[in-house]
């Protein structure tokens, strides 16, 4: 019996320093079937489809000329070993794309006997397990602590994990088949692949233990949990998409009893656990959110996403995708983006405008606003570091928004309306008319 899900391949060559370009993104590391001269398909990352041959854009010619040089050169492994895929120097795009092929430390899919045996497969033995690091946002080849962190907790011990630098020959090399991706479609995968991929990276994510042995209880904190947690990003350069100003928003909910916490100060495991203590979550839309997978969340939690870009929409709906089914979570969007792409063409870089006041409003409602003084001097603190960094132009654009803002104000009664309408739209929501909680 076989499964779409693994491949083996003997005498496999690795090039991690072959560059090539699939799917409107380009990268480096392909590896190479000596017995069928050619790539092997399988082992190609895929971002919004499983990839064809006729995909793939590379130097065909030097590629077969790294081969014919590593199969005389290259150590070789002798012992069967497991492909990883390609491990990405970037947090969100590491938990959204790298931990893709490692679906078999999940718990396996029982209902299908072919697919459980590739699990097996993989699962005995210890095999280590051979990753490419293509260049990204920088040429590190080293594992970063949030990468050891994940790929410890998931259970894969940090002896077996292998960054290749270097051309190697495998005597037996396993390739998982990539289940999850950037855009990929679920439905498609499971297709062509025979398999449930959001249950198995479910799966998969269920059994992160924070790297301690996941018989043992995490450590007991002395402070009490916090239950109103927002999630910043005012602790990132200004060049990582903060919204304009976020400074007040801190100010304004910390007064209000919410923790205001900045995840990059944190390790993997404590932001699980501030995540996991919550009854109420606010998230500025990026990378924290994937956090989310790996977090036994209570059940009666509420998790509202404000958009710092359109685009966020996007990435709210990846995330809803590996949430578990249970318990069910109330999930509220926030949309106040005013201004987009004020400062970069680059959504996830740009200072982008939101109209703050509006986001605070509906986080709090209905208890009334009233910024502190030091909600104010935050506010004047973000908007001197960002005269100062920015040029005449970009700030420019960024007063044209708020006079066009001013000038195209709707009438009063039709702003009254459109508040009504969306208040009864939460209260049917609320109440369950169209299907309640949802994931």
């Known amino acids: 019996m076989t499964s779409h899900l693994l491949t083996g391949w003997d005498g496999a060559i690795a090039l991690p320093s072959c560059p090539f370009h699939l799917q409107q993104r380009g990268s480096e590391g392909l590896v190479w079937g000596p017995g069928q001269g050619d790539v092997i398909q399988a082992a190609l990352p895929a971002l919004r489809s499983l990839p064809e041959r006729s995909e793939l854009d590379c130097d065909i010619r030097e590629l077969e000329t790294q081969a014919v040089r590593a199969m005389k050169q290259a150590p070789v492994i002798e012992s069967a070993a497991i492909f990883g895929g390609y491990l990405l120097r970037h947090f969100g795009h590491f938990c959204h794309e790298s931990l893709s092929r490692l679906w078999w430390l999940g718990a396996g899919d029982l209902q299908n006997r072919a697919n459980q045996e590739a699990y097996s497969s993989l699962q005995d ?101 916090a239950r109103k947690v927002f999630v910043t990003r005012s602790g990132l350069a200004t060049t990582l998409g903060r919204p304009i100003g976020d400074g007040w928003l801190d100010e304004v909910l910390k007064e209000a009893g919410y923790l205001v916490f900045s995840p990059e100060k944190f390790s993997i495991q404590r932001q699980i656990e501030v995540f996991a203590a919550a009854r109420e979550l606010v998230f500025i839309d990026g990378s924290s959110m994937y956090l989310l997978w790996f977090t036994r969340l209570l059940s009666d939690v509420q998790i509202a996403i404000i958009l710092r870009r359109r685009q966020g929409a996007w990435m709210i709906a990846k995330v809803r995708d590996l949430m578990p089914l249970n318990p069910p979570i109330r999930w509220r969007v926030i949309d106040e ?91 049917l929501l609320r109440l369950g008319r169209w299907g309640g909680p949802q994931n």
């Open 125 to 225: 033995g210890g095999l280590d397990v051979y990753f490419f690091m293509p260049t990204w946002l920088d040429s590190g080849k080293d594992l970063l602590p949030y990468m050891r962190e994940i790929l410890v907790g998931l259970g894969l011990a940090e002896a077996r994990i292998r960054i290749m630098t270097e051309p190697l020959v495998f005597s037996r090399l396993l390739v998982p088949a990539q289940v999850w991706g950037f855009d990929l479609n679920a439905r498609a995968v499971d297709q062509r692949l025979g398999c449930d991929s959001r249950a198995m990276m479910r799966s998969l994510f269920a059994g992160f233990h924070g790297g301690m042995p996941a018989d043992q209880p995490a450590p007991i904190r002395e402070e009490a949990p």
């Open 337 to 427: 983006v005013v201004g987009e792409e004020l400062t970069s063409a680059n959504d996830w870089e740009s200072h982008n405008l939101l109209d703050l006041g509006a986001i605070a409003r509906q986080i709090l409602a209905p208890l009334p606003i009233k910024p502190s003084a030091q909600a104010e001097q935050a506010l004047g603190r973000n908007l001197q570091e960002l005269a100062a960094q920015l040029g005449p132009e970009p700030m420019g654009r960024i007063v044209e928004v708020l006079i066009r803002r001013f000038l195209v104000a709707e009438p009063q009664p039709l702003r009254r309306l459109r508040s009504r309408i969306r208040q009864r739209l939460r209260s």
